[in-house]
T-cell receptor
Framework: QQQVKQSPQSLIVQKGGISIINCAYE??????FPWYQQFPGKGPALLIAIRPDVSEKKEGRFTISFNKSAKQFSLHIMDSQPGDSATYFCAASITGTASKLTFGTGTRLQVTL | DTAVSQTPKYLVTQMGNDKSIKCEQN?????MYWYKQDSKKFLKIMFSYNNKELIINETVPNRFSPKSPDKAHLNLHINSLELGDSAVYFC???????????????FGPGTRLTVL
């Protein structure tokens, strides 16, 4: 059972364009939603994260939009650059002693010149 | 000044062998994790230790045994390796206590295990 569904599986965007990756979750107990960026041969690195008490969080060119009622959240990358080409994972967890991250299936983003 | 380090980076071995992967973090975190990333890039948690105590133990074959000698180290030992164990294994760490539960996890560079 995939608790966090992510789409699209892959995405090609032109330089300067907007990249949008979507995630949907099932467990309403989730209360922390991070996005991780992974370059080939490297471990995932936290990019940006949001709590459900806000609907949007922006850090530089990266924005998370969160819709609690729809149980969906998305990552928007503005002015996409070739250096943004990587695999992006959404994740969700429940605050507590276990706090395990449940990851989406990943989106491979390619930003072309 | 690597935050989370893993050794070895690559591990090639025969079916049936026993192997270990080591992980160390110098972030002072109280919690460490092992994840498995399969060929389709899917990341799934295997184990987690908080202050050397096992707190997450997902449905993983008992051929996999984690060991945490102290808060800064979490090793993974795998017995009787099988072809299906081939994957990239990531160690991660986070600080759960005193941070309001923000589970920002820092990942190591991964260990690519290939079982022949």
């Amino acid at each position: 059972q995939q608790q966090v569904k992510q789409s699209p599986q892959s995405l090609i965007v032109q330089k300067g364009g907007i990249s949008i990756i979507n995630c949907a979750y099932e467990n309403t107990a989730f209360d922390y939603f991070p996005w991780y960026q992974q370059f080939p041969g490297k471990g995932p690195a936290l990019l940006i994260a949001i709590r459900p008490d806000v609907s949007e969080k922006k850090e530089g060119r990266f924005t998370i939009s969160f819709n609690k009622s729809a149980k969906q959240f998305s990552l928007h990358i503005m002015d996409s650059q070739p250096g943004d080409s990587a695999t992006y994972f959404c994740a969700a967890s429940i605050t507590g002693t276990a706090s395990k991250l449940t990851f989406g299936t990943g989106t491979r983003l390619q930003v072309t010149l | 000044d690597t935050a989370v380090s893993q050794t070895p980076k690559y591990l090639v071995t025969q079916m049936g062998n026993d192997k270990s992967i080591k992980c160390e973090q110098n972030l002072g975190h109280d919690t460490m994790y092992w994840y498995k990333q399969d060929s389709k890039k899917f990341l799934k948690i295997m184990f987690s230790y908080n202050n050397k105590e096992l707190i997450i133990n997902e449905t993983v074959p008992n051929r996999f045994s984690p060991k945490s000698p102290d808060k800064a180290h979490l090793n993974l030992h795998i017995n009787s390796l099988e072809l299906g164990d081939s994957a990239v294994y990531f160690c991660a760490s986070s600080q759960l206590t005193g941070t309001g539960g923000y589970n920002e996890q820092f990942f190591g560079p991964g260990t690519r295990l290939t079982v022949l």
